[in-house]
C-alpha cells in the first residue's frame, strides 16, 4: 500500500483513464460525451424557447452550447485539466486542489475521481460565467422526468408506509421493517441518470420494488452486508441526530424521506439532517432547490402517469405533508457545503472542511452516505484488494477518530472493499466482473461503528 497518501496518489493505484478498457476509459470516451451532448440538446430547447434573438440571455446561452461542445473536444484531445476561471466560492479551492495535486494532468491521465468531479465542476464553470443562467440546472428535467417514471413504487410506498411506521410494533416486528427500509433506501440509489447504461425499464422497476419477496430475492446481490451491525445500534437508538449524505433527487431522495420518516416517527431520531451537493452535481444529485420541486410534485395530483386512485394520490399527499411539517419544525434541515462538491476523497474532510467534520463527530449519531460516488470516495477510490476491511479503507480519522458511518451503495463504479474471500471466489467465477462491479445491479451496505464514548446513543 502507498505511504505517501495524495489525491492523485491513493493508498492503491487510482483508475485512470489511461487504461484502456477500464470503467474509468469508458466513462471518459463514451459516457460523458452521452451527458454533454444530453445537456447540449437541454440547452438547444432552452435557448430555441427565448424568442428574442439578440436579448443577452440568448446570447449567453449560445456562448454555453459552445462551451460545451469545446468541453467534449478538451476531453477528446486528452488536454491538461486547465484552472477554473469563473467567481464561485469554491473556486480557489478547486484551483488549490489542481495545482497541488493535479499539476499537467490531463483528461486520461488524471485520476478519474477528480476528473470525474472536474467534469461537473467545469460545466458549472459555464453558467457561472453568465449573468442569465448563473442559477440554471441543465439536468432538471431529466431529473423531474425519472421522478415521474417512478411512480408505481412511490404510490406502494405511499400506501405501505403507515403500517410500516407503527411504534408499538413488536423489537422483533420493527428488526424485520427497518431491514425492507433499509434496502428500499439502498436500492433506491439504482436509478441514476449518470449510469446510462443497459439498464432497460424492467431492471429500474426490479430495484425499485418494495415488495417482500421482492426484496428477499435482492439480498443475493448485496456483496457486502452489515445490516445486523446498523440494526444493532439503531434499535435502542432515541433522540438522536442523523445525517444523510445525499445521491440523487428524485426516487432515491423519496425513499431516503422514507427512511428519515420511519427514523422520527419511531423516536429513534428527534433530527435529521439531509446534506445536498451546492452545484449540479453528476446529473441526478439533489440540490437543494430540487427539495421543494419534489414535494410540490407529489402533491400536484395530475403530475404522475396512469390515473392515480383518489386513494393513492391521498396517501402520497397525508405522506408528504408530514415530510413539510419536519421541515417547517427544523426536525428534518436541509443543508449543503462546498466540499461535497469537491474532487477529493473523505480521508480529507478533517483538513478540507474542518468545521464540517467536526459537527458531525460531536452531534451526528450516524452518518449514511448515499450512493456509489459517496462511496468512492470513502474509500478513496483506488484499486483495493476487494478484501480489504472497510475500516481500512476508510483511514483512521473516519474509522477511528469520527462518528458512526453506513454506505448504502449500488455499486457503479469499479472500487470495492469488505468482500469476504468466499463471496469474491464465488462471484469471481460466476458473475463477469463489469456486471457486479459496475452495471447498478449489486450493492454494498458497509458500517463502520463510532467510537462508544461518541454522541452514539
Ligand atoms: O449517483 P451515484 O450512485 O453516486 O452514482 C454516480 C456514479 O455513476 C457514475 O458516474 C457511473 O457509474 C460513477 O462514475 C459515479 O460514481
Not at 403500517?163 to 424485520?176: N, Y
Not at 474509522?399 to 469499479?414: C, I, M, P, Q
Request: charged residues 25%.
Amino acid at each position: 500500500m502507498n505511504a505517501n497518501i495524495t489525491p492523485n496518489n491513493p493508498p492503491y493505484p487510482a483508475y485512470r483513464a489511461t487504461e484502456k478498457g477500464s470503467f474509468a476509459w469508458d466513462s471518459t470516451v463514451r459516457r460523458w460525451p452521452i451527458i454533454i451532448d444530453s445537456s447540449l440538446n437541454d440547452m438547444q430547447q432552452a435557448v430555441d424557447s427565448i424568442q428574442d434573438d439578440n436579448c443577452d440571455k440568448k446570447k449567453e446561452g449560445k456562448s454555453i452550447i459552445t462551451a460545451l461542445q469545446q468541453l467534449k473536444q478538451e476531453i477528446a484531445d486528452d488536454k491538461p485539466l486547465r484552472l477554473l476561471k469563473d467567481l464561485d466560492d469554491d473556486c480557489t479551492t478547486w484551483n488549490t486542489h489542481i495545482t497541488s495535486y493535479f499539476e499537467n494532468a490531463t483528461w486520461f491521465n488524471g485520476s478519474w475521481l477528480f476528473n470525474e468531479c472536474y467534469l461537473y465542476r467545469r460545466m458549472r464553470e459555464m453558467y457561472s460565467l453568465t449573468i442569465h443562467w448563473r442559477t440554471y440546472d441543465v439536468f432538471n428535467n431529466q431529473k423531474i422526468a425519472t421522478f415521474r417514471g417512478s411512480s408505481a413504487s412511490v404510490f406502494d410506498l405511499a400506501t405501505k408506509l403507515p403500517t410500516m411506521i407503527d411504534p408499538d410494533l413488536s423489537m422483533e416486528k420493527q428488526a424485520l421493517i427497518f431491514q425492507e427500509l433499509l434496502q428500499v433506501c439502498l436500492w433506491g440509489n439504482a436509478t441514476d441518470l449518470s449510469l446510462l447504461t443497459n439498464m432497460t425499464e424492467d431492471d429500474i422497476k426490479r430495484l425499485q420494488a418494495i415488495e417482500k419477496e421482492k426484496l428477499a430475492e435482492q439480498l443475493e446481490f448485496i456483496v457486502v452486508n452489515h445490516t445486523c451491525q446498523v440494526w444493532d445500534k439503531l434499535k435502542h437508538m432515541e433522540n438522536a441526530r442523523i445525517d444523510f449524505i445525499l445521491d440523487n433527487s428524485g426516487f432515491e431522495v423519496f425513499v431516503d424521506f422514507v427512511f428519515a420518516d420511519w427514523l422520527i416517527q419511531t423516536k429513534r431520531a428527534s433530527k435529521v439532517v439531509f446534506h445536498c451537493k451546492t452545484i449540479p452535481w453528476f446529473v441526478s444529485d439533489v440540490i437543494p432547490k430540487d427539495v421543494p420541486i419534489l414535494l410540490d410534485c407529489c402533491l400536484d395530483r395530475g403530475f404522475f402517469p396512469g390515473q392515480p386512485s383518489a386513494e393513492q394520490l391521498d396517501n402520497l399527499e397525508t405522506l408528504v405533508t408530514r415530510w413539510q411539517s419536519y421541515l417547517s419544525s427544523g426536525q428534518l434541515e436541509l443543508t449543503s457545503h462546498p466540499f461535497w462538491c469537491t474532487g477529493l476523497a473523505y480521508r480529507t474532510l478533517p483538513t478540507e472542511a474542518p468545521e464540517l467534520f467536526n459537527e458531525l463527530k460531536t452531534s451526528s449519531s450516524l452518518v449514511i452516505f448515499k450512493g456509489d460516488l459517496n462511496y468512492r470516495k470513502l474509500v478513496y477510490c483506488c484499486q483495493w484488494p476487494v478484501t480489504t476491511p472497510f475500516r481500512d479503507a476508510l483511514g483512521s480519522d473516519l474509522a477511528d477518530g469520527f462518528t458512526s458511518v453506513l454506505s448504502l451503495r449500488t455499486n457503479k463504479a469499479e472500487t470495492i472493499v469488505g468482500l469476504s474471500v468466499a463471496k469474491e471466489s464465488q462471484l469471481e467465477a460466476t458473475v463477469p466482473v463489469n456486471e457486479w462491479k459496475c452495471a447498478g445491479k449489486y450493492a454494498v451496505v458497509a458500517y463502520n461503528d463510532g467510537p462508544s464514548d461518541g454522541t452514539s446513543s
